[in-house]
């Protein structure tokens, strides 16, 4: 079976580590600085942040501002592991 809910969500780039699709509740919703790529579910359910970034962050600040909303949606979509993590993460 093909699930075709539209998912909204939104990216944050933030020095904090972490591993791949691991939820994080440390991570401010806010504007942060570094290279580390959060993710967040904001609908159908808002979930915490997710890790999209794990153990290769990005190089630069600027570089994971450019490119963590690709990952986010790419990783949602094609992703399992990702995607699972950010469904068990709603609250």
């Known amino acids: 079976m093909t699930?075709?809910?539209?998912?909204?969500?939104?990216?944050?780039?933030?020095?904090?580590?972490?591993?791949?699709?691991?939820?994080?509740?440390?991570?401010?919703d806010t504007t942060d600085?570094?290279?580390h790529c959060y993710c967040k579910m904001m609908a159908p359910a808002?979930?915490?942040?997710?890790?999209?970034?794990?153990?290769?962050?990005?190089?630069?600040?600027s570089e994971c501002e450019s490119g963590c909303n690709s990952a986010?949606?790419?990783?949602m979509a094609t992703n399992t592991t990702f995607r699972s993590a950010v469904y068990e993460a709603v609250w």
């Open 3 to 28: 699930d075709t809910t539209a998912v909204k969500g939104k990216s944050l780039c933030t020095g904090m580590p972490g591993d791949f699709a691991v939820v994080n509740t440390g991570v401010a």
């Open 33 to 35: 600085t570094g290279y």
């Open 72 to 75: 986010c949606a790419n990783y």
């Open 46 to 61: 808002t979930s915490y942040w997710v890790n999209a970034s794990g153990s290769s962050p990005y190089a630069t600040e």
